[in-house]
């Protein structure tokens, strides 16, 4: 265990060899085999510091007294193993936002069309093509108002699926107060 606390403190692999007369690649595989067998094992090996106020102190402490947890480490570890998945995008908001994605790419390959069109009537020198025409006028402003609407839906998704991760964690949240061990 050596080899992994001073790995830990930062001692180069191949220094760790030397001393300890194994190969590189021994320690690598040592210090891998001991993370693994903290997390097996359950050892915690992160800590979580958050501020919160005091009065969301006090009610997180009267949350966590009324279920019967005696810590307030036990009970934000509970909490995260009872939220598993609640703030994981679903698969419908994945299908939206590829959806959206694939209009925007359909929106950007109009704009630079436009512009290379005028960048070749500039060229060329076409007073016909170089100006800027009701025609062309008309086709920025459906591009500008398409990706404006696009903007607004991309809000609207994000908003929805916010409320309904709001809704999720307060049903986690429901069953953590309540199911006290």
């Known amino acids: 265990m050596e080899i992994v606390r001073e790995a830990a403190e930062g001692v180069s692999t191949s ?18 085999a001991d993370a693994e067998r903290q997390r097996d094992t359950a050892v ?3 800590a979580v510091s958050v ?7 006090v009610a997180f402490d009267a949350v966590l007294a009324a279920a019967g947890i005696e810590t ?26 590829g959806r959206l994605r694939t209009s925007l790419n359909e929106v950007g390959n109009g704009v630079a069309q436009i512009a290379k069109r005028m960048a070749e009537a500039n060229r060329t020198g076409s007073s016909a093509g170089a100006e800027f025409s009701d025609l062309r006028l008309a086709q920025v402003r459906a ?19 916010r409320d309904a991760m709001q809704l999720e964690a307060a049903a986690v949240l429901r069953e953590f107060v309540h199911a006290a061990e």
């Open 72 to 97: 307030r480490a036990d009970g934000l570890r509970r909490l995260m193993q009872g939220a598993g998945g609640v703030f994981v995008p679903d698969a419908r908001m994945a299908a939206e936002m």
């Open 51 to 57: 501020k919160v106020t005091a009065e969301e102190m």
């Open 143 to 161: 591009v500008a108002r398409f990706v404006l609407d696009a903007a607004d839906e991309i809000d609207l998704l994000v908003r929805r699926r």
């Open 15 to 32: 220094e760790l060899a030397a001393r300890f007369g194994v190969t590189p690649r021994a320690v690598r595989y040592t210090v891998k």
């Open 44 to 46: 915690p090996v992160v």
